[in-house]
């Protein structure tokens, strides 16, 4: 069983992960993160014995600033990040603006926004400290992403509206595709969710 500490572990033995991470702490941008599926695929590829990793359509860095909040700027640090790494998809964003994005209030913090992701297999960030060492924030804990469960996060069964963005996700996603093993909740029925493939 993957322990908050032995996924912590798996992480700083990762070298592709380590120096990703290495390259995003090279901003020193406030409170940031990388999240979502940078860390949920680790998780399942390890539980699903894979020995290639499963490509990543983006490596989501997060960060919390009020004080300057614009899309030029995320788009700098970017092409910052490209310029060290430019075989990898990077994005950055600003998590202080999002929630106008995301039509909802604001977030107080990168975790706080974290913890509003749709599914709680996502809501994971991880990030180094000023030793070296990987920093895990799990807002909803580790349980559901290492029993390969799909759960909308608590923010996101609030309200019809969110449930829908979150059925839409699971369902583009397609993850099941790829980690056979995973179980999707959420949805109206199994049958709904077949139905949609």
Known sequence: MITNESLIQLIQEDKWMLDILKSAQSLNLPDWWICAGFVRAKVWDVLHGFSERTPLPDIDVIYFDSTVQSAELEKEYEQTLLHLQPHLPWSVKNQARMHIVNRIPPYESSIDA????????????????????????????????????VKPTPYFTQSEE??????????????????NKLEVFGMVSKEEYVREF
């Open 114 to 149: 974290i913890s509003k992701f749709p599914e709680t297999a996502t809501a994971l960030g991880v990030k180094l400290n000023d030793h070296g060492k990987v920093v895990l924030a799990a807002p909803h804990g580790i349980e559901d992403v290492v029993n390969c469960q």
């Open 162 to 179: 969110q449930m829908e963005i979150y059925k839409d996700r699971v369902i583009k996603k397609n993850w099941k595709a790829r980690w």
